[in-house]
């Protein structure tokens, strides 16, 4: 659906857009007619690109169960993946309580002493990192 609720949309999705790592072919993970979420990349002489990746993590938390995590104490320290960099901070993926996966932003005035410029110069994609839960919204399926 477009943008304005108009009807269905048209987009070319570059295989280099659909997911993160190596992809063999589309219909691997993609059927013909699917309906898919995506943020618009550019638009060339009235045709879309847009991608899949990376939208990931602000997906999820809408979905993500984060209520083995409302008792976790700030002290203590997960081990996390950097899901991707933002200008406002970075989406780490942790494991937590009940083997479960979610999703959470480190904040760029959490990230270390002093002021970060660029989150994204300060850690790469997938680097292992270690993280505190500071804050849980259980409405939003927020992690901080």
């Not at 072919?25 to 013909?32: G, I």
């Not at 990746?53 to 083995?68: P, Y």
């Not at 760029?108 to 660029?118: L, T």
Request: hydrophobic share 40%; net charge negative; charged share 30%.
């Amino acid at each position: 659906q477009g943008p304005n609720g108009e009807g269905p949309v048209e987009a070319r999705i570059p295989i280099s857009q659909i997911q993160d790592g190596f992809l063999e072919h589309p219909a691997d993970v993609l059927e013909p007619g699917q309906s898919v979420r995506v943020r618009v990349m550019k638009v060339e002489g009235g045709r879309l690109s847009v991608s899949m990746r990376k939208l990931s993590a602000r997906l999820r938390a809408e979905d993500q169960d984060v209520s083995s995590l409302l008792d976790v104490s700030p002290s203590e320290w997960f081990t996390g993946r950097v899901d991707h960099a933002a200008p406002f901070g970075v989406f780490v993926e942790m494991d937590v309580p009940e083997d479960n996966k979610v999703v959470g932003l480190v904040h760029i005035s959490e990230m270390r002493e002093g002021r970060v410029g660029d989150p994204a110069a300060e850690v790469e994609d997938g680097q292992e990192v270690k993280v505190r839960i500071l804050a849980v919204d259980k409405s939003t399926g927020r992690i901080s």
